[in-house]
């Protein structure tokens, strides 16, 4: 039986003989993979991984730097267009997370003083998190500094090769959903 692929790869970036950008030592260790189909849909998978944990970690440098996580500059981020507030449930789906993970969050930023609970005026047992007025001017300083480091990460990657790039994100999250969200 083959050994599992497993991330992350340190390697190098290289191009390879078509010119496209490769991981030579994650193409090494899938050698194995005898279907070329098959490979080049590993590899490609691998890539993705790898590209969304430095994104994370990216990500998550850039939330330190504003005493945050990721998590509660994400929640902040979505709140920061919801002035009114989101529903909890509906928060943990907008965050793609789960409803546990979501209280955790909202809880810790309550306490921090940038969010406040509020109940829902048409359903008393609905309960909605928006931001308070710490909250609003914590984003508010932190938003534009994450709209460049964004912004900076796709600076060699053309307009429409970013419009591809969400097109087959998409596509991927579309198909896993079609397999029921399982590898």
């Given at each position: ?60 440098r850039l ?83 994450v709209i ?36």
């Amino acid at each position: 039986m083959n050994e599992p692929i497993i991330q992350p790869y340190s390697g190098n970036i290289v191009a390879d003989t078509d010119g496209l950008l490769c991981m030579p030592e994650a193409r090494a260790r899938m050698s194995a993979i005898t279907d070329p189909d098959h490979r080049r849909a590993v590899e490609a998978l691998a890539a993705l991984r790898w590209a969304g944990k430095e994104l994370h970690m990216a990500t998550e440098r850039l939330a330190e730097k504003h005493d945050l996580s990721e998590g509660r500059l994400q929640v902040l981020m979505i709140l920061k267009h919801h002035p009114n507030g989101v529903a909890l449930g509906e928060l943990a789906r907008m965050g793609n997370t789960s409803a546990r993970n979501m209280t955790w969050l909202i809880d810790h930023l309550e306490q921090d003083g940038l969010v406040v609970r509020v109940q829902d005026p048409s359903d008393r047992r609905s309960v909605h998190a928006r931001l308070s007025e710490g909250g609003l001017a914590s984003i508010e300083k932190v938003w534009e500094s994450v709209i460049q480091t964004q912004s900076h990460l796709t600076n060699e990657i053309s307009p429409s090769e970013l419009d591809q790039f969400r097109h087959l994100c998409l596509r991927m999250v579309e198909s896993i959903r079609k397999q029921g969200g399982a590898l």
